[in-house]
């Protein structure tokens, strides 16, 4: 499945830092346990996620507890939503 190459969740904590390749961005997803996905940075133009960046913005501001980018929504709307961004 095509989703599977551009989402990549990262399975090591240790060297999550150095698994993200130019052009992308790390986010974590989830209502309770979030989990780590890393997108194309052109996800962001999009007006479905610019709707996932405003929903994160309501609820965590600009504190993110994950230290990263964090979007509270299902996994699986997550996923949804990405695979008809690609």
Known sequence: MAIHKI??????SEKRS??????HLAVYVG???KKRFVIPLSYLNHPSFQELLFQAEQEFGF???????TIPCSEDLFVDLTSRLS
């Open 7 to 12: 989402l990549r969740r990262s399975l090591s």
């Open 18 to 23: 150095n698994e993200v390749p130019k052009g």
């Open 31 to 33: 209502q309770n346990e």
């Open 63 to 69: 504190h993110h507890p994950m230290g990263g980018l």
